[in-house]
């Protein structure tokens, strides 16, 4: 690599790396969130409640059945070792347990957990928005409603035909899929999982309040491409509540801390024209390859025109 390629390329990633940091710091600054949790109560209690059903009743039963209901059942069948089973001095360990185990998880899982968590993910998401909705009327800015990147082409083909919802609910599954199946690609995969789930979290967090604020679909994913550093850095927290716990645990967390995200992302001045003094990194087509797949589909659902 030349010299000036290098000092290029340092820049670049210099610029990436601040940006990303900002990104991060945003996203962290959850004091942001006390002037609406003290001015409306409604978001207060809708805040309050999703405390409650996911940090207490969702994570609450995965404790109770961890740290409870096993290690009880355990004890029980410590009081009646099988015979030949104990060797002198050597802690007990009952093979039965681990069928008792897998049998108790299997039925907790399948009659509890996940009944609650389908539950309370419908429950949430009408939740985050009620929050939103409510945190956006008390913005007294008006720099969310200036006028959107214009819409690509392409993408427009898709939400003309069928829907600006139903195109964004195909795109975004088709996306969390290339997010699953990127993670393992050898190497890279664990990075690559991180940052693109990272994206999707400040997507995420930012819909509520572009919704809100009329921006079509083209323009919000348009402008997360354009700034792509900053809404990874914006989405870190939000990916490592998911990536560093167990994975029903860390979507418990994330369910719970997830409506302070949003208040953040309401007070954050993301527009075109807030970000404009911002160093440009050129667009990054974060949702090219999901976009492209996602109009073939719609192509295909779309009824031949005669």
């Known amino acids: 690599m030349a010299p000036a390629e290098g000092a290029a390329f340092s820049k670049l990633a210099l610029t990436a790396a601040s940006l990303w940091w900002k990104g991060f710091k945003d996203a962290c600054a959850i004091h942001r ?41 355990k004890w029980l069948l410590s009081f009646t ?23 108790l998880l299997g039925l907790y899982n399948v009659l509890w957990l996940y ?32 006028t959107p990147p214009a819409p690509t082409a392409s993408r427009r083909v898709g939400v003309a035909s069928l829907g600006e919802e139903l195109f964004r609910t195909i795109l975004f599954a088709v996306f969390l899929a290339q997010v699953v ?13 991180f940052v693109q789930l990272s994206w999707l979290y400040a997507y995420y967090c930012f819909d509520y309040k572009w919704s809100l604020a009329k921006w079509p679909l083209d323009a919000r994913l348009h ?10 850095g914006f989405g870190g927290p939000c990916t490592m509540s998911v990536v560093l716990l167990p994975r029903m645990v860390g ?56």
């Open 81 to 103: 070792p099988p015979p030949g089973s104990v060797s002198e001095g050597a802690p007990f360990e009952d093979p039965l347990f681990g069928s008792l185990a897998s049998l």
């Open 181 to 193: 199946l990127t993670s393992y690609v050898p190497v890279v995969g664990k990075p690559l999982y």
């Open 223 to 232: 402008f997360v491409e354009t700034h792509w550093a900053y809404f990874a």
């Open 33 to 73: 969130t006390v002037k609406y949790l003290t001015h409306s109560r409604r978001i207060m209690l809708k805040t309050g409640r999703c405390f409650l059903l996911n940090g207490f009743i969702f994570l609450g039963s995965m404790l109770f059945m961890y740290r409870l209901m096993l290690p009880l059942a």
């Open 251 to 306: 979507e418990g967390v994330m369910s719970t801390l997830f409506p302070l995200f949003v208040l953040v992302a309401i007070g954050v001045e993301a527009n075109p024209e807030a970000f404009k003094s911002r160093l440009s990194l050129g667009r990054l087509p974060v949702f090219r390859i999901a976009a492209s797949q996602t109009v073939a589909i719609i192509r295909v659902l779309e009824p031949n025109k005669r």
């Open 115 to 146: 009944p609650a968590y389908v539950l309370s993910f419908v429950i949430n998401s009408m939740w985050y928005q009620d929050i939103a909705r409510q945190a956006y009327s008390l913005t007294s800015t008006s720099a969310s409603t200036d």
